[in-house]
């Protein structure tokens, strides 16, 4: 039952690179055409594949519309959160997790530092978009015609002497976010503050979600929380693993001793 199983999802992969026929999925499967053809009924019954006039097999409607279902109903933070608390355990230091909506980016969760010292960030409460290195991260993930209406948009508050200060500037720098694939705010915001962060991303690449890590000059200076920076994308890339249901190494061949 498992290799019936195992089989008839291969299908859909192939599928997924356009229309076959019955004697290229049974190639593909290394079955022989009756077996192919009974897979192939059983995913058309189920709405999986489609068979065209042309007597080619495709993916079938009830398949995106499942898809589409499953991506409405993940919460991020829900599956974020786990990975959030264990590094803060690891580090020690502020973190948080936020989306994109309504031209706002807004803080749908945080873990609080393990030291005495707190910020005054609140979930549910917007950042600072043109500082905040989260903000960096889903707003440089826009299309560019978005970017540049948006930027232009915005005001630029001074925070600080480092605060980004005009449009011009802001889409140099998610000119460089996007390249580089992590943001920071280095006393952006507040002189005494910094911060790293990293995307979120869904199974299509897309940025679904920010997480940072932020700490005060008397805790660690910039220099020392950039070092921190492989281990906040590592979780980053984590979390994305989980939300977009990708098959980690890990899961795949099974746990590893890690090299240190």
């Known amino acids: 039952m498992s290799q019936t199983v195992d089989r008839a999802l291969s299908i859909l992969p192939l599928l997924a690179q356009g229309p076959a026929d019955l004697g290229q999925v049974a190639e593909r499967l290394g079955v022989h055409k009756s077996t192919a053809l009974r897979l192939l009924r059983t995913l058309h019954e189920h709405g999986l594949v489609y068979r065209q006039q042309d007597q080619r097999y495709r993916l079938g409607a009830r398949l995106f519309a499942l898809a589409q279902e499953a991506v409405e109903n993940l919460d991020v933070r829900e599956i974020a959160h786990p990975h959030l608390v264990a590094l803060n355990e690891q580090i020690g230091h502020t973190i948080h997790l936020a989306v994109y909506e309504e031209s706002e980016v807004l803080y ?26 989260v903000a960096k991260l889903l707003l440089a993930d ?32 998610l000119a460089v976010v996007r390249e580089q694939g992590w943001a920071t705010d280095l006393g952006g915001h507040e002189e005494s503050i910094n911060c790293i962060g990293a ?54 061949t099974g746990p590893q001793k890690e090299v240190s």
């Open 108 to 133: 749908i969760d945080k873990v609080e530092s393990r030291y005495p010292v707190r910020m005054y960030s609140r979930i549910g409460k917007p950042v600072a978009i043109t500082v905040a290195a």
């Open 142 to 173: 826009l299309p560019e015609a978005e970017r540049r209406t948006l930027a232009e948009k915005l005001d630029y508050p001074m925070y600080t002497s480092r605060s980004i200060p005009n449009s011009a500037a802001f889409l140099k720098e």
């Open 199 to 252: 995307p979120v991303r869904g199974a299509d690449g897309r940025v679904v979600a920010a997480m940072s890590v932020s700490a005060p000059n008397v805790v660690v200076t910039a220099e020392e929380l950039l070092t921190l920076l492989p281990v906040v994308r590592r979780t980053a890339d984590a979390i994305s693993r989980e939300y977009s249901g990708a098959v980690s190494p890990q899961q795949k």
